[in-house]
């Protein structure tokens, strides 16, 4: 591709509305242009990466038998009315009506859809298992768009959805797209990690994150440092820290706290650190259920974790009139002692070996000091509450540590179950001519945000650093005087002897200073660079820059191609 024929619109300044460097490199190197809030153009830069990316998810979501298709944006009212997700979802399922009235949504994901299609076409075991996918544009009609490509309105998926006689078939069904998920996610250069992850408001049985590390990431996860234990700090589970030393109980005692609110007040106040208290926290359910919660002073609750433990679909702290009315105390001086009666309170694992605790008198600037449970209250129930932190032991091996890591979420994949087979009745005959319900998994990829997330991964303060798999040119020739006839001469030959060897080369041939054409060629991140200039040329060299490595090689042209030939043939062998 000509330079000069092409279309990239490079920035200089970085734009102030874009917080995160991907957001910022992707505008600055023409490969993005907002429209709106949340909707973007791909211009040609950017739709190169993007297309490259999603040539690789083809070829693997194909190698794992996955058959692509492709459904509609747009979607019927009644069907997400038969799954019953019509009204559970509020403002971020874009509606509207079409010239009959009738009522439609852009399509934020796609199991309604695929499930319709099914329980038309599929009737039999024998055509089981399958797994249909398509890429294709969705729509959330999220509050807070931003991050560029990372957190958009608009953007392009890769879903897919298995269909299975049996949870059995099924999860090997799961168990191939977790797998073909990592060839494609390795295959990218990207350092990711597959973590164990809530399926929320989905359902189904289980979920796994696939998570690009970067410290702009919105998510948190936790990896052990022994084995291969990995998990969204939503779903990381904890274990109950070791008893603290054993020590006899002393007398419970009420004590005065004057108008030490938090945890910190208290515990400062009394001389004591916050793994000595015990903050009580009251959670309420959309239809008023209350539940107190009770955790160790220094850990913070795990509200998806208490939702799930509770089965509970929503869950909001409840509103400080409420706790007036259960405890008849102002928060800050919380506690469960009297209050069994009135509700239920599940305590977190930590807290269960707890001795000589400080806790909440349910009385205005008072605590009690030496509660001891089971002695002085006994929860309701004790369970896994608290989020996880750096340094807890791993709950699978025991021997191992927990790091925690900030993660973009590129890829999800769900074990469904016949959360939507049931709802949209798609189902089968199995061999005894027997009437089964089909058993689902879905499986998503942010074609968009993958690609930013590679940016957030692979930049320096030139520009971007595209992995060669998702770059889009492989390799630029930059002629450095496009007046020297046989610079340009040397300059076009290697051009065409480069893209005729297949590889998607970039010829900046602009009527530019050498140092404008360097700026952008770093800014846009292309991995490799050959420089022709007359001094070289004259010794008979090229100049071959590593973008990645900043390593310059002097090369005559011929290993100059040689050399850049066999580096991309490299990245790109898929290393399965
Ligand atoms: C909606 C809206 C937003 C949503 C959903 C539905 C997320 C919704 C979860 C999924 C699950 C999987 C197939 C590909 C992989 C992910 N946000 N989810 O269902 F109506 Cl407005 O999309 N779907």
Redesign the pocket.
């Known amino acids: 591709m000509l330079y000069s024929r092409y279309f990239i619109p490079t920035v200089k300044e970085t734009p102030s509305d874009a917080e995160v460097v991907s957001h910022q490199l992707m505008l600055r190197a023409g490969m993005i242009r907002k429209l709106a809030a949340g909707i973007y153009n791909y211009l040609p830069l950017g739709l190169r990466s993007i297309r490259k990316f999603e040539a690789i998810v083809r070829e693997e979501m194909n190698r794992a038998g996955a058959i692509e298709m492709l459904m509609p944006a747009v979607q019927p009212a009644e069907l997400w009315q038969e799954s019953g997700?019509w009204s559970f979802?509020g403002k971020?399922?874009l509606r509207f009506k079409d010239r009959k009235d009738g009522e439609f949504c852009m399509g934020?994901?796609?199991?309604e859809v695929i499930t319709d299609m099914v329980r038309r076409e599929i009737k039999s075991y024998r055509q089981m298992p399958i797994n249909f996918y398509q890429i294709q544009t969705k729509f959330?009609?999220e509050i807070r768009p931003r991050f560029g490509l990372m957190r958009g309105r608009e953007f392009i998926?890769k879903?897919a959805?298995s269909f299975d006689v049996d949870s059995t078939t099924a999860d090997g069904s799961y168990e191939l797209m977790f797998k073909a998920y990592m060839r494609i996610f390795e295959r990218c250069g990207l350092n990711f990690r597959a973590v164990e992850a809530d399926t929320?408001?989905?359902g189904g049985s289980s979920s796994h994150e696939f998570m690009v590390l970067a410290d702009s990431g919105e998510d948190a996860i936790v990896s052990c440092d022994a084995c291969r234990y990995a998990a969204n700090v939503e779903k990381a589970e904890s274990r109950a820290l070791e008893k603290s030393v054993a020590e006899e109980q002393l007398p419970l005692h009420k004590t005065a706290t004057p108008d030490m609110k938090t945890i910190v007040d208290v515990a400062q106040f009394l001389g004591l650190s916050t793994e000595r208290t015990i903050k009580t926290l009251i959670y309420s359910s959309e239809s008023g259920e209350h539940v107190m919660a009770l955790l160790r002073g220094d850990h913070e609750l795990n509200e998806i974790k208490l939702k799930n433990c509770l089965g509970w679909d929503e869950i909001s702290m409840a509103t400080e009139e409420d706790i007036l009315t259960i405890t008849g105390s102002p928060i800050g001086f919380l506690g469960p002692l009297g209050l069994l009666s009135k509700i239920t309170v599940i305590a977190d694992l930590t807290v269960e070996g707890m001795v000589n605790a400080v806790i909440g008198a349910n009385e205005k600037d008072m605590h009690y000091v030496n509660a001891n449970l089971g002695r002085d209250v006994t929860p309701d129930r004790f369970a896994d509450l608290r989020n996880v932190e750096a340094g807890d032991s791993c709950p699978r091996c025991e021997k191992g540590k927990l790091e925690v890591w900030r993660g973009i979420e590129v890829g999800?994949v769900?074990k469904l179950g016949t959360k939507y087979s049931k709802s949209l009745n798609a189902t089968y005959l199995d061999a005894d001519g027997k009437e089964q319900v089909i058993f689902m998994g879905?499986?998503?990829i942010g074609i968009g945000r993958t690609v930013a997330a590679a940016i957030e991964q692979n930049h320096d303060e030139n520009g971007i650093i595209f992995p060669i798999p998702i770059a889009p040119f492989h390799c630029s020739v930059v002629a450095l005087n496009t007046k020297d006839k046989g610079v340009m001469a040397a300059a076009e030959e290697m051009y065409f002897t480069l893209e005729k060897l297949g590889l998607d080369v970039l010829f900046d041939d602009r009527d530019e200073r050498p140092g404008v054409k360097f700026k952008d060629n770093d800014l846009i991140g292309i991995p490799l660079r050959i420089v022709v200039g007359s001094k070289g040329l004259a010794e008979g060299k090229v100049e071959v820059k590593i973008r990645k490595s900043g390593e310059v090689l002097l090369l005559p042209p011929e290993e100059a191609v040689e050399t850049i030939r066999l580096m991309v043939m490299e990245a790109l062998a898929s290393t399965f």
């Open positions: 997700r979802y971020e399922l934020p994901t796609h199991e959330r009609d998926m879903d959805y929320g408001s989905i999800h769900f879905c499986y998503g």
